[in-house]
């Protein structure tokens, strides 16, 4: 199995614009995250693939690997697709280009999760985080995520899901990482299939994949990350590196 890392990284964020080449204690942003995956050893390659010129040639003038988009796309996902589209991969691991923490205990997982698939029922694999703060658990920045008995995603929202009608029902909440493990040929169908409405409304792209039937297999993990999504989390990234 040719397991490989895609770091989807875009220029520009509406929240924190150019994000990825802020400096992180030296080195930008998407150096650290791109080091840092390619640190844990458990990929046959890791590229960063991006749209931008700054980025790409940051990556490749430091040793690493990139690829330039050929078009513009909406989603991470359309970008690793089209990336991957003629390359001979059987999974490949989509690495977050603002989480320079780079955790390889999770990302074995997700790996272990396509290992023992044998009857390959897994499209896709993600992770989540319970959460407990009610401030987060509200927060429509933060994407929860709601699984049946085996740990499949039954949906995600920037809504809290479950909706806590009763008050004495012990619900747990999940926040969804937005770490992704794919089959390949899940990424090719997503990049050919239409939007549809609940990706539309709730602007999360793993939508599109439950709308038309993909199954994502969820794995719990313990660790939070720091995602560097305003200059306060790379304030935080900043003392949490040292």
Known sequence: MKI??????????????????????GKPVILRTYEATVATNLFDDVFVVTDSDIIYNEIVNNGGKAIMSKKEHQSGSDRIAEAVENMDVDVVINVQGDEPFTDKESLL??????K?????????????????????????????????????????????????RDKNINVKYYKHKGVYAFRKQALIDFYNLPMLTLEASEKLEQLRYLEYGKRIKMVETNIQGIEIDTPEDLERAKKAWK
């Open 4 to 25: 490989i890392s895609m770091i989807p990284a875009r220029y520009s964020a509406t929240r924190f614009p150019a994000k990825l080449m802020q400096d992180l204690n």
């Open 109 to 114: 997982k997700l790996i272990q999760v396509f």
């Open 116 to 164: 023992n698939d044998e009857e390959k029922t897994v499209d896709l694999a993600s992770l989540m985080v319970h959460i407990t703060d009610e401030d987060e658990i509200n927060n429509p920045n933060t994407v929860k995520v709601i699984i049946d008995t085996f740990n499949f995603a039954l949906y995600f929202s920037r809504s809290p899901i479950p909706y806590p």
